[in-house]
């Protein structure tokens, strides 16, 4: 595809129970981040990677919140004992690389948390 | 602690008219600031950016103005139409990280 893609586009799950949302960059895009928006709020980084490694993941909110990137191209954030805080959209940006500074955004997965 | 502050949080304007919002940021590190457009379901897209070296840049209808020593940001946008109608922030860039600011929803009268 010629755009950012995450699936899913909706996720509705239990307090407690364990999420995956995935992200397929821009292909040849090395740099990925991850962000959390809550309504009517900006995006909030949780983390970076350049290539297959997290370069950055200081805006990681606790420790229930991991993200891959194994192969240097798809990404995964995965979410344990979800919480009803969690609730949010989670955006997934690419870019050319770490100083490709136009960032190209998916259109984000809606996580609901009941 | 917010580190870029975005005014006004909503604003209408009339067709034609010029819509401006503002951003203002402490951290004097930052080195590009963007501006990005969001429509309803979708994820924001860049609409414009600026380097802290330029005072002023423009594409179209979209104007950037910075003043560094203020360390204050805005978007101009002239002619507003209502396909304009989004939510709009601004950001800064340090470090691999952005920063977001908290949006302006703009409504465009017809």
């Known amino acids: 595809g010629a755009g950012v893609s995450q699936t899913p586009s909706n996720k509705v799950t239990e307090k407690g129970k364990y999420v995956e949302l995935r992200c397929d960059p821009i292909s040849g895009h090395t740099a990925l981040y991850w962000y959390r928006q809550s309504l009517g709020q900006g995006p909030e980084f949780l983390i970076y990677?350049?290539?297959?490694?997290?370069?950055?993941d200081s805006g990681l909110p606790n420790d229930r919140f991991f993200a891959v990137r194994p192969e240097g191209s798809v990404s995964t954030l995965k979410i344990q004992r979800t919480e009803r805080g969690d609730s949010a959209v989670y955006l997934c940006?690419?870019?050319?690389?770490?100083?490709?500074?136009?960032?190209?955004f998916g259109p984000g997965t809606r996580l609901t948390v009941l | 602690q917010q580190q870029v502050k975005q005014s006004p949080q909503s604003l209408i304007v009339q067709k034609g008219g010029i819509s401006i919002i503002n951003c203002a940021y402490e951290?004097?590190?930052?080195?590009?600031f963007p501006w990005y457009q969001q429509f309803p379901g979708k994820g924001p897209a860049l609409l414009i950016a600026?380097?802290?070296?330029?005072s002023e840049k423009k594409e179209g209808r979209f104007t950037i103005s910075f003043n560094k020593s203020a360390k204050q940001f805005s978007l101009h946008i002239m002619d507003s139409q209502p396909g304009d109608s989004a939510t709009y922030f601004c950001a800064a860039y340090n470090f691999n990280k952005f920063y977001f600011g908290s949006g302006t929803k703009l409504n465009v009268k017809p």
């Open positions: 600026i380097r802290p070296d330029v």
């Open positions: 951290n004097t590190a930052f080195d590009y």
């Open positions: 990677f350049q290539g297959t490694g997290a370069a950055d």
């Open positions: 940006a690419s870019s050319l690389g770490a100083q490709g500074h136009e960032q190209f």
